[in-house]
């Protein structure tokens, strides 16, 4: 009997651990900005923050990144990049591929002298998007 409950015990550990690693990070979004190409191949100046109050999961075992928007925007990871981490920023980075097939990278970038305040950059050829962002 004692024998069992152990066996219970450390099967319902190992699947409450497992679930633990498994969950999806959910981000909120306050405010977004975009910019875009100019034909010389310079970028225009970030148009102004506008508020955005939208959720952003990251899902690694699905290897997924969705943002909630009024559109619904949906990566798919192809990569995890190589995690940048110095005193000044934490810069995590994705190259991926959106619902319509178009290739992007995809930034988390925490800013560790500015209050650790968090970004989310979505990078495409011709237009970059950047949401301020904080753990949900």
Known sequence: MKYLKLLSLFL????????????PIRFKTSSVSFTDKKANGSWNEW?????????????????????????????KIKSYGEIIDNDEVNIVPFECMDNKFSKCQILIITKKKENNRMQFYINYNEVKFVYNIYND
Do not use: G, P
């Open 12 to 23: 319902l550990f190992s699947f409450t651990v497992q679930k633990s690693y498994s969950q």
């Open 47 to 75: 148009s102004d923050f506008v508020n955005a109050n939208v959720l952003i999961t990251l899902d690694a075992k699905k290897n997924t990144i969705t943002i909630n928007s009024q559109e619904v925007q949906s990566f």
